[in-house]
């Protein structure tokens, strides 16, 4: 089982990224994004399910994420707080809690100045 994420760079805040996360070795039921900051705990951003039926967002970012079937991220009007590393996982059940995530990617820095 693999999962690896990519798309991180550095943008202007205001700006868009797109993350991709590519998942392969078995199927999950759901696959989650996640990010942690320098001295902050790790956070939820969002998540869907396998057939799409279900999407999930952290309070943070309603509004200006995007998760789709592809398990892309899409980050519009980024903000400095978004800055973190970024980290796709994926879940055997439907879910938002990190620690029902069972496999998870390497991360990839978002860095968003300002």
């Known amino acids: 089982v693999q999962l690896q994420a990519s798309g991180g760079g550095l943008v202007q805040a205001g700006g868009s990224l797109r993350l991709s996360c590519t998942a392969s070795?078995?199927?999950?039921?759901?696959v989650g994004w996640f990010r942690q900051a320098p001295g902050k705990e790790r956070e939820f951003v969002a998540a869907i399910g396998r057939f799409g039926d279900v999407t999930y967002y952290g309070d943070s970012v309603k509004g200006r994420f995007t998760i789709s079937r592809d398990n892309a991220l899409q980050m519009n009007s980024l903000k400095p707080e978004d800055t973190a590393v970024y980290y796709c996982?994926?879940?055997?059940?439907?879910?938002?809690?990190?620690?029902?995530?069972?496999?998870w990617g390497k991360g990839t820095q978002v860095t968003v100045s300002s």
């Open positions: 070795g078995r199927t999950f039921r759901m």
């Open positions: 996982a994926a879940a055997s059940r439907i879910t938002t809690r990190d620690r029902d995530y069972n496999y």
